[in-house]
């Protein structure tokens, strides 16, 4: 079909993200500056400009009132985007977990950047890793391509009226914010076929008046946060059900929530989110090759957690070595206690190994991820596991 | 606008608010102009507390409760919004306490009346956190006592102009009013509504709770405010502040703050020179 | 229409709860009232209403919570608070 051929272009995942935010009719944007991140709503402003995108750019001053603003424009019963990083995700904590009790199925792009203090603008994962308990789906990406799909996959899982739950899209600070990767940027018609316009629920609608996101007593407010519990946990399915969909128009699949890569008899399996994911596959491919037995798990979904598929995939394995690019202080990475406990009960389960790496923007080289397979190869069962700082 | 031709339609009941509160009574009368066709963003505030409980619902207009510094964001994102539908016609308005607007939501206010968009924000002030107990705001005027200010150590600096802050930014309409004077306010908000812009409204309403008086007093203890000149009733258009009520007697402040507990430790001489500075002023 | 909005809302203008019961005294109409109306746009509550054709004032008892301001502020001081005498025929 003429006209209707998708374009290929060398472009960052912060650019492909904000054609993403065009692709998806988004109306109104609402953001603030921080490093990584900026060039993506700097993308969306231009778009705009020059009549590429038809939306209203509100240029709050904090991210506090960026995603305040975006859930307003959820009230008003139109699509919103917002961008952000490290400090900025900090500062919109408290609207991250007043946005998802209320249920407005906002996107938003989190550029994943190490958190102060110590102060620094390089990339790890902190930043997600601790808004995790606010309620918000967060989907991790590997490559810029991934990142403009699941932008565009996201809006179609937050506005789900079985789902109606914030979704964060989390790509890499530097390695995937800046670095060029050849992308297929979709054409509308497709996205149109694919994503519908919005039919939003929770509205301030005159002609249907309500008290939204109002409060309530004991009885009343733990229901609501049962009725939240089962929206995220469905969305494991509607996360799965919209890939597949998307798989079959646009012709790119990532594997629904977790992507299991040469587990097949694997002794050993290494586990981590992002854009590392990439750097792990060639280990792999390198180890394997010399004939040790060794798998990767890329786990794309952090919340709603794939523990069920995490215990499927790792039931017959040795050990799994979890790299994790963030801590939670006084304990381990968050995947690692994550996947500890989703392992918990299985019959034969496979030692955990905790990595704590790639911290501040430090590189984890293709040796660091041999180390981390090698030490989990000789793992003795049941043999303790702390968590190791590997980039010092 | 006369009392006869105001809307008898109440579109706000039933709230779980103190007997004789102003606050309650300022929603009530921005309702009677706005109608309908109005969205209510409200904080968290004494008028949240009170009308946001499941299942009670007062507002019989949509509105949502709101995060403590969000308001003005909010009001973008919905006019924003509604903008982006066509709904201009929809008056989207912000209900704030004197906390949520001088302390905690100033940043945001200042940002959403920087954006431009259209909404009416009412900052309905009680003089301090009434609803967490009485603590003292931004906006508790010199000499008050509050939970935290507690006498002797009572309020020490002077309320926040906020009205000076918002004219600093060149919004095209605010006023200063007081639920004593009902048809002023109502027409404040009349013109505010009509403003393609953002405009701020900021009503005195007194608490009996929190200032110490019966709550049969609440309408005179706000007259009081005016005509002793702690409180001036005012509009800020088109760069110019204007006066739009004189009161035909002045009161002594003495006589407003004998009325109310909070002012009850004042000393003669603090008293007289409160007085002296409010004469300076005329 | 939607018959359930999910999470925590409520349909506006729900008023299962009235506040009649928060006092004992409430507003009677004792002398003459020259239906100036300052009763009525002063009531936090909008708990009074006009009766046009006998052009007097009207309380709602179910949802006055007995603040006392209409009796305050009438020009006339027709309005005393007191205990309503019990209504015939209830």
Known sequence: MPGKAPVKKYITANEAVAHAARLARVEVIAAYPITPQTSIVEKLASFIA????????????????????CMGARMAGVRAFTSTSSQGLEYMHEMLAYSS??????????????????????????????????????????????????????????????????VMICLDGFIQS???????????????????????????DVDDPHSISVGGFGKHYAAWRKEQQEAAERAKEVIVEVGDEFARIFGRHYGGLIEAYRIEGAQAVLLTMGALVGTAREVVDEMRAEGKAVGLIKVRAFRPFPAEELRQALSQVKAAAVLDRDCSYGYEGALATDLK???????????????????????????????????????????????????? | MKLRNVSKEELYRCSYGCAGCASVLAVRLTLKVLGRNSVFVVPANCISTVSCYYPQAPFFVPMTVMAFAATGAALCGISAGFKRRGREDIHVVGFSGDGGTADIGIQSLSGAIDSGYKFIYICYDNEAYMNTGIQRS?????????????????????????????????????????????????????????????????????????????????????????????????????????ITHTPRRRRPVAEYFEAQARFRHLRLEEIEAIQREIDASR | MREKVPGPTSKAGSIPTKMGSWSTVKPVLKGRCTFCLFCWIFCPEGAISQDEANKVVLFNYEECKGCGICAHECPTKAIKMAEPEPRGGE
């Open chain 1, 341 to 392: 406990a989703a392992l918990y009960g299985l019959a034969n389960p496979p030692a955990v190994l905790g990595f704590i790496g790639g911290l501040g923007g430090a590189d984890v080289p293709p040796e660091r991820m041999r180390y981390m397979l090698e030490r989990a190869l000789s793992v003795k069962k049941g043999a303790p596991s702390s968590a190791e700082f590997i980039d010092l």
């Open chain 1, 101 to 166: 009790g209320g249920r407005y199925p906002l996107v938003m792009a989190n550029v994943c950047r190490s958190v102060a203090l110590p102060w620094s603008i390089w990339g790890d994962q902190q930043d997600a890793i601790q808004q995790r308990d606010t309620g918000w789906i967060q989907l991790f990406t590997e490559t810029a391509q991934e990142a403009l799909d699941m932008v565009l996959q996201a809006y179609r899982i937050a506005e789900d009226h079985r789902i109606l739950l914030p």
């Open chain 2, 138 to 242: 931004g906006l508790t005027p010199y000499g008050a006592t509050t939970s935290t200010t507690p006498s002797p150590c009572f309020e020490n600096r002077p309320k926040k102009d906020m009205m000076r802050i918002v004219a600093a930014h060149d919004i095209p309409y605010a006023a200063t009013a007081c639920t004593s004077y009902p048809l002023d306010y109502m027409q404040k908000v009349e013109k505010a509504s009509k403003v393609n812009g953002p405009t701020y409204i900021h009503v005195l309403a007194p608490c009996p709770t929190g200032w110490g008086f019966p709550p049969e007093r609440t309408i005179e203890i706000g007259r009081m405010a005016v005509e002793s000149g702690m409180w001036q009733l005012m509009e800020f258009e088109g760069g110019e502040f204007r």
């Open chain 1, 50 to 69: 020059s009549g590429e995108m038809d939306a209203d750019f509100i240029k709050v001053e904090s991210e506090h009132s960026a995603l305040t603003a």
């Open chain 1, 178 to 204: 800046h670095t060029e990767e050849l992308v297929e940027i979709p054409d509308q018609e497709s996205v149109d076929a694919f994503l519908p316009p919005y039919d939003p629920v929770v509205t301030l």
